[in-house]
């Protein structure tokens, strides 16, 4: 797995996977000017995942906060194509590590919708912890959800992968 940066030329890509009826319970999308202002600003990286033979294009990410004087980066979303190959747990590690080692960040933190317990798992399977709450936040078809804070901290993640 690697991760290139978003061309505008990526676009029409991650539209199309951000809209996929897959992934739309889960996320909260953009339109095509928040993305490219995604990639032009200097806080955000908009990255796209290539997985597998070649450089196939299986989803994308962005983080936020990247020049954060609290040294706090978000990973603002990350949606991929394929569910259960272990492609998200790969891209979550990859990006801590970018996160923490690469752009120098204090804490990384996510907030993801209440219904989505699978990625709720994931994330604390990789040491995230529940900060809390935001009830009733986000709304879709299916009515009201709650958004989950969660964060990895700087020593969290050293003594992770220092391992038992």
């Not at 990625?119 to 912890?129: H, M, P």
Request: charged share 30%; aromatic share 8%; glycine share 8%.
């Amino acid at each position: 797995m690697r991760l290139r940066p978003t061309m505008l030329s990526d676009l029409d890509f991650v539209l199309t996977v951000e809209r996929d009826p897959a992934n739309l319970p889960f996320i909260t999308p953009w339109d095509r000017t928040q993305h490219e202002g995604a990639i032009r600003f200097p806080d955000f990286r908009h990255f796209i995942v290539e997985a597998g033979e070649g450089t196939q294009a299986v989803g994308f990410v962005i983080l936020q906060g990247c020049r954060n004087p609290h040294r706090s980066v978000e990973l603002k979303r990350i949606v991929l194509q394929d569910k259960g190959r272990g492609l998200g747990r790969a891209c979550v590690r990859l990006l801590a590590d970018m996160a923490f080692d690469s752009l120098g960040a204090h804490r990384f933190w996510l907030d993801v919708k209440g219904r989505n317990l699978r990625a709720q798992a994931l994330y604390r399977s990789e040491g995230f912890v529940e900060e809390g709450r935001l009830r009733d936040s986000v709304r879709d078809e299916r009515g009201w959800d709650a958004l989950v804070v969660m964060s990895l901290l700087e020593d969290e993640q050293r003594a992770r992968k220092a391992g038992p």
